[in-house]
């Protein structure tokens, strides 16, 4: 209800949302920020490798074409984002599917699993990066 000893266009002390200046940035709240980002990268990623899979199936001339685009640096990089960022997504859904079935709610549970999701994403990425590049004698 509003105090009516105020006077106009004047306004009552309201209580502030918290904000992140109040709370500090907790690594479930990371991992949650990073599961949408991931999310929103992967339209980006899968429009590339619909593109690839469509060149394969126009010719190899255009093949060809699309795969000089990705076979450099920059082209290198955006891929390796791409299978990280899938790797990333998968498991946050594994991690939420855990939170759904309504386990894993004690902090050292939720810290483990934000921790040890970051952690898997960055080795599996690596590990199928390097059986890649070993499978194609580049390593």
Known sequence: MADKTLGRGARAARPLSPHLQI????INM???IVHRITGSALY???AL?????VSAAVGPE???YVSSWLNT???WIVLFGYTWALIHHALGGVRHFIWD???GFDVKTIDLLSWGSLAAS???TLLVWAYGLHANGMF
């Open 30 to 32: 990371m991992m949650s």
């Open 23 to 26: 709370y500090s940035p907790l």
């Open 44 to 46: 980006f990623g899968s």
């Open 49 to 53: 490798l619909a593109w690839w899979l």
């Open 101 to 103: 079935s309504i386990h």
């Open 122 to 124: 960055v080795t599996l």
């Open 62 to 64: 255009y093949f060809a």
């Open 73 to 75: 640096w920059p082209g």
